[in-house]
């Protein structure tokens, strides 16, 4: 009876440790065993060869600049969204996440374009483009740009929460604004920015888009391109891929735990509630002029121009032609949507296979959360742990696994090679935002609907029909929905994973600028940012729907 | 201190929070009642300074606090208030001596501050808590701390913002007598803002009764009670019975013996409940169903006498004429 019953619950498990926990073993196995027996020699190679190290440093130096860069931009948007007028423009939100949803790869050569040689910057002022702009200092600006929406929402909702009764208590006790802000703003605020730089950090070890396009082109590599380039050029070491592999899930476990450390030791139960009205004040007339002149260079610069570029591309005949109504034409459009193209062929690859893993994903999700429940128990939690793994380790440790894994000489069967490949990588790499979003609708619902299944439900079938399918489907259809949109755009996964001669929009787009075609390229990124937009907006609705009903 | 509101207003865009109010007070401890929604918190707000009025004007004795016509409009930390929070509204990475010292930084000496902030403390029973943080406090704690901020400053008038609703009903109880007993040994004023008609008229001089953005009727507990300005204050304040005149009898001036100059109703029992101290008798009379209370159960369908003296029987019709 008790085995019976817990079968299933097992049976996920091993599921998820096939997919999730399987590859970070190999990675580990690979490059801790030698003929079978423990050995560091491989490792400690790795530690000595300079090139690594040099990555290392690179990526360290990368990461510390776009903490200090997206805090330059994302801390003063937070407080103007908070304190001023801009306190009721609840719209600014939604535009402020379309650089985050924006694929990184796409937005970096929106900027190459904008400001290379013969590129937009020219013939827009007439003036040469800064060659300085091709360097660290534009690498870390164009990844900031990038990054800021997320630092800016921690903290903006952090603000909000303090706006309530913490702030009204301020304003009754406290004696000077100024006072006020360093001793009770401040320290409240202080946690969530740790917590949030930390994660800016990682997300930036993490990244590949950016340092695939513009770093390649400055000869700055860190670790995703390190690791790339150890897999996909010849004299391929995988040797050196793991261990910088390995390094850099070592750096990422540690940050989490840091970040783990600071939100458990400092994050107080804000429950300041009723923050209600808090900017009836009129604000003075310079910090409207800096507040509206803040948000609108922010928004040209995060938004405007990489997407000015890409639009132009896609749009232009002849790229050294400039920007002339004669020189505009749609047939790089055509191209891409006519039967047979390379391009065609990828786009539908893409919709296929992100269709696929989102709804496997979704059903995996979906039971993944109703069997974590509250996490209650061990199992419970290492479950709930194994499903987010992804989410801390950056992808392109899990695509290092999972080559080395289903590659694996006594697996009885593989699908390395064939297309349910990156259909399993999409699979594992967003795992974590299915099993999120159902557990997030699940834990809204009072813990009553349990009691009240036990008592009515006549089998665990019903229960699974008539009460969580209905319940839950706001939130597995929001899960699907970001893990369809994400799959999509994946990168780097798909440069290393896909079979041969199978392309997807991402792919594609990358091998269209590398090859300096980038017409038709560009014309998939929009279509891309086009289908990201309405799946958001898509979303937005049925969430705002949700909320309405309930 | 005579609390002055006049033409007070205020609005958030063409939502009406708090119609134009003008009101007088002047009595140490008052309540404002109403259900929520009814803008008594933003009248509130607007005494403390939190939310400015859209429009009017308002004095604490013959000092202007706010006034829309003259552009004044002094900051909530100048206007001698101190205000307890429904959630609290504790700094939870302070302590609790910090919190309560907050307000006296940089008008006291460090030793005058450590008296004073003890000493309120000691008011509210918490003096073995002062390093803790709120946060390792229980909810009746933190209430004290936020109440003991509030007094540390010494106000000329405190303000409640539902402060008891987040405590459950014994300490609520415990925390009203409590509440009374430290503003009447202090030289402060009190307005308290709830939602619990029993809270406001047990606790209160005056109390202010409003309805969707408008005071409906202010006065003593009493005159509230028994001379209520119309049916929703009869129905709010109290159990109100209703004759088929539509006057008004308070269920302690239905009686089971003949009175002297009294109306006679019959009425038949429907039930009987039992409320420790007596029994509330729910019975039907002239097609209204009527409340009164007996030390004794009635039988169901049993068909009783009820007199009522006329004097105690209270018409809002004739009151409007």
Request: charged share 15%.
């Amino acid at each position: 009876m008790y085995a019976s019953k817990q079968l299933p619950f097992w049976m996920l498990f091993a599921l998820l440790g096939l997919l999730a926990a399987a590859p970070l073993l190999a990675v580990l196995g690979y490059t801790f065993m030698e003929d079978g027996s423990l050995s560091f020699t491989a490792f400690s190679e790795a530690l000595k060869n300079d090139r690594i190290l040099t990555t290392m440093e690179h990526s360290f130096v990368l990461g510390l600049l776009v903490i200090f860069g997206t805090t330059i931009i994302a801390l003063p948007l937070a407080i103007i969204r908070t304190k001023t007028q801009f306190a009721n423009k609840h719209w600014l939100d939604i535009v402020f996440t379309i650089p985050f949803m924006t694929p990184p790869y796409i937005g970096s050569m929106g900027w190459m374009q904008f400001m290379q040689h013969n590129g937009y910057y020219e013939s827009l002022f007439s003036t040469t483009a800064p060659a300085s702009f091709f360097s660290l200092a534009g690498m870390v600006f164009i990844m900031s740009m990038h990054l800021y929406p997320f630092l800016y929402l921690m903290l903006r909702n952090t603000l909000v929460r303090i706006n309530g009764s913490f702030q009204e208590a301020a304003d009754i006790y406290g004696h000077s604004p100024l006072m006020n802000w360093i001793r009770i703003v401040l320290p409240l605020l202080l946690s969530t920015y740790a917590m949030a730089s930390l994660l800016i950090f990682i997300k930036t070890l993490a990244e590949f888009g950016t340092p695939a396009t513009f770093g390649k082109q400055i000869g700055f590599y860190v670790f995703t391109t390190e690791i790339h380039q150890y897999l996909s050029r010849w004299p391929v070491n995988i040797s050196a891929a793991t261990s910088l592999s390995l390094i850099l899930l070592s750096v990422c476990m540690v940050i989490w735990y840091l970040q783990n450390i600071i939100s458990r030791k400092y994050t107080y139960g804000i429950h300041s509630g009723r923050s209600g009205i808090s900017a009836n004040k009129q604000d003075s007339m310079s910090v409207r002029l800096f507040s509206w002149l803040f948000v609108s260079v922010v928004l040209l610069l995060s938004i405007g121009v990489p997407y000015f570029s890409i639009i132009a591309t896609s749009l232009l005949q002849v790229r050294g032609d400039g920007l002339h109504w004669d020189n505009l034409t749609f047939s790089h459009y055509a191209e891409l949507f006519s039967l047979h193209s390379e391009g065609f062929s990828a786009l539908m690859n893409s919709l296929g296979f992100a269709f696929t893993a989102a709804t496997i994903a979704a059903v995996i999700g979906l039971f993944t959360a109703l069997s974590i429940k509250n996490a209650a128990t061990k199992p419970q939690q290492l479950m709930d742990f194994t499903s987010m793994m992804p989410n801390i380790i950056p992808g392109i440790v899990f695509v290092v696994g999972l080559i080395l894994f289903w590659n694996m000489s006594w697996l009885p069967a593989t699908v390395y090679n064939t297309t349910w490949m990156p259909i399993v990588t999409y699979i594992v790499l967003f795992l974590p935002y299915a099993v999120q979003y159902t557990k997030g609708s699940l834990s809204q619902l009072h813990q009553s609907i349990h009691h009240s299944n036990a008592v009515y439900g006549t089998s665990n079938f019903i229960i699974f029909v008539r009460i969580w399918l209905p319940l839950l489907a706001q939130g597995i259809l929001a899960g699907w929905i970001m893990t369809f949109i994400i799959s999509m755009r994946e990168l780097v996964g798909s440069l290393l994973i896909l079979p041969p001669s199978v392309s997807t929009s991402a792919t594609f787009i990358y091998s269209q600028f590398e090859q300096g075609d980038a017409g038709v390229g560009m014309a998939m990124a929009v279509i891309t940012v086009l289908l990201t937009i309405s799946f958001i907006t898509i979303m937005n609705w049925l969430q705002r729907r949700a909320l309405t009903h309930s | 201190m005579r609390i002055t509101l006049q033409g007070i207003e205020k609005r958030f865009g063409s939502v009406q929070a708090v119609g134009q109010t003008d009101l007088t007070i002047t009595d140490q401890f008052v309540t404002i009642l109403g259900q929520s929604g009814c803008g008594k918190t933003t009248l509130l707000k607007m005494l403390a300074g939190l939310t400015d009025p859209t429009a009017g004007e308002l004095r604490f004795d013959d000092q202007v606090i706010f006034s829309s016509k003259d552009s004044v409009n002094i900051k909530p930390s100048k206007r001698g208030i101190g205000m307890v929070f429904q959630d609290f509204g504790l700094w939870p990475h302070m302590s609790v001596f910090d919190n309560i010292a907050f307000g006296l930084r940089d008008k006291r000496s460090k030793a005058e501050r450590h008296e004073i902030v003890m000493d309120a403390l000691q008011k509210v029973q918490l003096e073995d808590k002062a390093k803790r943080k709120p946060g390792e406090l229980s909810g009746g704690q933190q209430q004290r701390v936020a109440l003991a901020r509030a007094i540390a400053v010494n106000p000329r008038l405190i303000l409640f913002d539902e402060a008891l609703s987040a405590l459950d009903s014994i300490l609520r109880e415990q925390m009203r007598e409590e509440i009374l007993s430290i503003i009447q040994t202090i030289d402060s004023q009190a307005i308290f803002v709830t939602h619990d008609q029993t809270e406001a008229m047990a606790m209160s001089d005056c109390m202010i009764i409003m309805e969707a953005g408008k005071v409906i009727q202010n006065g003593p507990p009493e005159q509230v009670y028994h001379a209520p300005a119309d049916n929703y204050v009869a129905n709010l304040i109290g159990r109100a019975n209703w004759t088929a005149d539509r006057d008004l009898i308070r269920p302690e001036a239905i009686h089971l013996q003949p009175q002297a100059a009294g109306i006679t109703h019959t009425g038949i029992v429907r039930k009987s409940l039992f409320e420790g101290d007596r029994y509330i008798i729910h019975a039907e009379v002239d097609g209204q169903l009527w409340k009164f209370y007996d030390s004794r159960p009635h039988e169901a369908r049993s068909i009783v006498k009820l007199y009522v003296q006329e004097d105690t029987t209270y018409s809002l019709y004739k009151q409007e004429v």
